[in-house]
């Protein structure tokens, strides 16, 4: 029989890996999107979150719904079971399909800002952060240009469409904030293969790491694969 599965995951994939569980019970702990900013302390509440999986619910094996993410993972690690790992350094290589085919669109347009479900839904995007942190504290006018300062080098905004969430209306919002700041709009298709595989496998060493109980989760490993020259 194979070991119990427990997921632990950011709330920005969660929709892509609820499609992918095709409706089974299997438990998942989702953290929130605002661990991003604070990258020290994902390392601690991550663990926490695969240990509860562990000691309340007997889960064996892990699943991480989370790449190296600003060294965000760094030293994570399951006591009592396997550990999987997307070796990507953020979620985009996920949405996408696979860190190889996140670098081959990369190389063939570097300006590109992805968007997503869940970055749409966490208010993870240039427009949101406009409309909600900005404006409200500098005025439209000042927001405007603080918040296209710091999007200066992105020539395009680009909707990745993998059937996850309303789609007709993620991709109206990426357009309306690409006409917003003056980018290009984009929309590229994409599937659910690489969450499928995430959490049923196989696990090939290009696209995942796998951990032993007790082995950590180390930064080198993820300037090894596909993604190296990141």
Request: hydrophobic residues 40%; proline residues 7%.
């Amino acid at each position: 029989m194979a070991p119990k599965l427990g997921i632990v995951a950011c709330d920005v994939i969660r929709g892509e890996i609820e499609m992918a569980l095709d409706g089974r019970d299997i438990p998942m702990k989702v953290l929130e999107f605002a661990l991003h900013e604070k990258p020290a302390l994902m390392p601690a509440a991550v663990n926490a979150a695969v240990e509860e999986l562990v000691d309340s619910l007997g889960c064996r094996r892990i699943a991480l719904g989370y790449g190296l993410c600003s060294n965000g993972t760094v030293g994570v690690n399951c006591s009592a079971g396997d550990l999987t790992v997307p070796r990507c350094h953020d979620c985009i290589s996920m949405l996408l399909g696979s860190p190889a085919r996140y670098m081959r669109l990369f190389a063939e347009n570097p300006g590109t800002m992805w968007y997503t479900d869940g970055w749409i839904r966490n208010g993870a995007d240039p427009l949101s952060f406009y409309e909600h942190r900005y404006a409200p504290r500098m005025g439209p006018k000042k927001a405007h240009k603080a918040m296209s300062l710091e999007i200066v080098n992105y020539t395009a905004f680009c909707l990745i469409n993998n059937g996850v969430g309303d789609v007709p209306f993620l991709r109206e919002r990426v357009r309306e904030s690409a006409k917003f700041f003056g980018k290009e709009f984009r929309e590229v298709e994409a599937d659910l293969g690489y969450f499928r595989a995430f959490v049923d496998g196989p696990w090939p060493g290009e696209d995942f790491l796998v951990l032993s109980p007790g082995e950590k989760v180390d930064a080198s490993s993820f300037y090894a694969g596909p993604e190296a020259s990141r």
